[in-house]
Antibody, heavy 122, light 111 residues
């Protein structure tokens, strides 16, 4: 059974940093691209960032480019999101998602974690 | 564009069929057969219902079907059931610098 468990969320002041983690199990982690998708309270889904299985392809949404860094450790079956210079508009539930499809970053998200909440407020 | 356009709400009676539209541009929905649909119940994580326009993952009911015409994709739920009441989001690969775009979301209500 595929399991994705996010952690690292919390309350942080604007301008500060936070690092999210996602522990994966139940599938061959190093064979798949992984993504972060967020959902602001009461709002829709927004794709944040994706990373290929080898970390050779990394992409970001324009809204986080230059502030967020995605990475993975295939030996630890883990995905990370380093978030710097946080803003109030980054407040959201952050989901880790496994990619499906044949392209290097995948074309859909077939499994999702339960999310970790990030609140940016003074 | 920042999001694909979906109707805010769609409703139907048990047993009926409903269709949710998802309108984009030739840079996303119209340009790729990489449209997917997600179901999200309150307080839960999204669940993949349709991928690559019309494919159903294992375990998803065949009451759910997807299609695409030009820049608009559609999700049809036939034989509507109470458990189908949820939010639904479409998504597409896009040629923009933000590679993946989601729809605005549609709340499905079973009357």
């Amino acid at each position: 059974e595929v399991q994705l468990v996010e952690s690292g969320g919390g309350l942080v002041q604007p301008g500060r940093s936070l690092r999210l983690s996602c522990a994966a199990s139940g599938f061959t982690f190093d064979a798949y691209a992984m993504h972060w998708v967020r959902q602001a309270p009461g709002k829709g889904l927004e794709w944040v960032s994706g990373i290929s299985w080898s970390s050779g392809s990394i992409v970001y949404a324009d809204s986080v480019k230059g502030r967020f860094t995605i990475s993975r450790d295939n030996a630890k079956n883990s995905l990370y999101l380093q978030m710097n210079s946080l803003r109030a508009e980054d407040t959201a539930l952050y989901y880790c998602a496994k990619a499906g499809g044949v392209s290097s970053l995948g074309d859909y998200f077939d499994y999702w974690g339960q999310g970790t909440l990030v609140t940016v407020s003074s | 564009q920042s999001a694909l356009t979906q109707p805010a709400s769609v409703s139907g009676s048990p047993g009926q069929s409903i269709t949710i539209s998802c309108t984009g541009t030739s840079s996303d929905v119209g340009g790729y057969n990489y449209v997917s649909w997600y179901q999200q119940h309150p307080g839960k994580a999204p669940k993949l219902m349709i991928y690559e326009v019309s494919n159903r993952p294992s375990g998803v009911s065949n009451r759910f079907s997807g299609s695409k015409s030009g820049n608009t994709a559609s999700l049809t739920i036939s034989g509507l059931q109470a458990e189908d009441e949820a939010d639904y989001y479409c998504s597409s690969y896009t040629s923009s610098s933000t590679l993946y775009i989601f729809g605005t979301g549609t709340k499905v209500t079973v009357l």
